[in-house]
C-alpha cells in the first residue's frame, strides 16, 4: 500500500498496484535514484487538496478495474466545479 497525503493534510492510503497507474508515482516509487517516497511508501502531493486527490484515488482503482475490459464503460462522474482541479491534477500526476 501507498499513502497519499493533499496540501490540506488528508490521507489516502491506496494500494501499490493502483498508484502504479500514475506516472508520477509510479517514478517516485520505482525510479532511478533514491526517493524518500520510495522507502516510506508515503507520497506527499503538495499542490493537491484532499477532495481532489480522493477523486484521483477513486479513479485511479476505477481505471484499475475497467482498463482492459472490451464491455463498456461505465461513466466516472466529475462534478463540474472540479473539473478544472482534476485535470491538473490529472496532468501533474500522468494518470
Known amino acids: 500500500f501507498v499513502s497519499l497525503l493533499s496540501c490540506d493534510g488528508e490521507e489516502f492510503i491506496i494500494s501499490r498496484d493502483c498508484a502504479m497507474l500514475s506516472g508520477t508515482i509510479k517514478s517516485m516509487l520505482e525510479g532511478p535514484g533514491r526517493f524518500v517516497e520510495n522507502e516510506r511508501n508515503e507520497i506527499s ?45 490529472a496532468n501533474f500526476l500522468d494518470a
Not at 461505465?74 to 466545479?81: R, S
Open 45 to 89: 502531493l503538495r499542490e493537491i487538496r484532499g477532495p481532489i486527490l480522493e477523486r484521483v484515488c477513486v479513479y485511479l482503482y476505477y481505471k484499475k478495474r475497467y482498463d482492459k475490459s472490451k464491455s463498456d464503460l461505465p461513466d466516472f462522474d466529475i462534478h463540474p466545479d472540479d473539473v478544472l482541479e482534476l485535470l491538473m491534477a
